[in-house]
């Protein structure tokens, strides 16, 4: 692909992206059954063979056709609408004694955490997966 996509392209990869994203959430949240586990492996890989089979995106050529993603008239662009108003709002907050700098710390410190925690199960489902291809 040389151009820039489509917008039903784009929608068909934000939809396909939320989707992969929600199925990968909901199985490291909860203790999927080794059954589960095996259908989603294999349905995966399915897709996978798939998509692995239809051309590989130019994506030099793609970020040079013109398109600058940063200017889609898709996506909100609430700050740079009005920047004064944006600046006013985190003054507000500010006022009414959030410590904006102690949040997002908090909330960098809670996601990296989250996200180890992930990983290190998507570890652990690994090297099980691996373990089991080996025997």
Do not use: W, Y
């Not at 917008?7 to 934000?14: D, I, K, L, N, Q």
């Not at 994506?59 to 600046?87: I, K, Y």
């Not at 908090?106 to 997966?129: C, I, M, N, P, Y």
Request: aromatic share 2%; no cysteine; proline share 5%.
């Amino acid at each position: 692909m040389t151009a820039a996509a489509s917008p039903e392209e784009t929608t068909s990869r934000a939809e396909m992206a939320a989707a992969v994203q929600r199925l990968g959430h909901a199985l490291m949240g909860h203790r999927p059954t080794i059954d589960l586990a095996r259908k989603v492996a294999d349905a995966a890989n399915e897709l996978a063979d798939l998509a692995e089979l239809l051309p590989t995106r130019d994506r030099l050529s793609e970020l040079t056709a013109g398109h600058n993603p940063l200017e889609d008239p898709r996506l909100p662009q609430a700050v740079d609408v009005d920047p004064d108003e944006a600046g006013s709002t985190l003054s507000a907050i500010e006022g009414l004694g959030v410590d904006l700098n102690e949040v997002t710390s908090l909330l960098e410190a809670e996601g990296v955490t989250a996200f180890t925690k992930s990983f290190d199960e998507l570890l652990g489902v690994l090297d099980g997966r691996a373990a089991q291809l080996r025997s």
